[in-house]
């Protein structure tokens, strides 16, 4: 996976004019957090937007019921906002390791965007794939798809994303404990313990305490498109 070392790596400023880089990084600022940190509350207000620098953060909100609805997980090359220019949060955001953001203030952004047309076209690119990953989400959230087939593609994606080579397969580099499992597929605990062990009868994948190791990703990718 990508690491940052500094502000400067950040893809947003590849194209952009140097008079808008120099501002950016100039009147933005660097945080760290540790693992299980509360960065975004939904609701609540916040000046920043959070470019993910490194690790790894979970983006969810909250049910009717109170119960926790995993909508993405983002590592380095994300936002974790999901509105730019709204300043009370649509989302909560908690990081599942130690992580460094960039944090730029929201108005800044919006300056920015007014003076560099170029800044303003990433951003609304970045949106339009985050909310096409979503809506592809909500289509398999339905009873239509199989919880085994919804699972294999949320693991498939996350060792896309986050995976690393080892001889047991490809070791999906996070703690994925099952109650977390069961709120990336809005599913119960119990349920999703069922799947993930007909998934590992099938042959998909090894489980080890916290660590899930996918055996074949073509084979998994190829269960999920069934």
Known sequence: ???????????????????TRDR???????????KGHLCLREREE?????FILDGKVQIYTLTKCGKKKILFVLGPDNIANDSFLYNA???????????????????????????????????FVYQERK???LERQLKNTVG???????????????ARDFGRPTDRGVLIDMDLTITFLADLLGAPRETTSRVCKKLAGQGL???????IYITDMHKIASFHKK
């Open 1 to 19: 996976m990508k690491k940052h070392t500094d502000p400067e790596s950040l893809w947003l400023l590849k194209d952009l004019r140097p008079a």
């Open 24 to 34: 950016f990084l100039q009147l933005g600022r660097t945080a760290s957090y540790p």
């Open 46 to 50: 916040d000046p920043h937007i959070f």
């Open 89 to 123: 949060n649509t989302v909560y955001c908690e990081t599942l390791e130690p992580c460094r953001f960039y944090l730029v203030p929201r108005g800044l952004l919006a300056a920015l965007m007014e003076e560099d047309l170029q800044l303003a076209r990433a951003l």
């Open 131 to 133: 909310i096409s990953r």
């Open 144 to 158: 239509s798809i199989y919880l085994e087939r919804r699972l294999a593609s949320k693991l498939w994606k996350l």
């Open 205 to 211: 994948l090894v489980m080890d305490k916290k660590k």
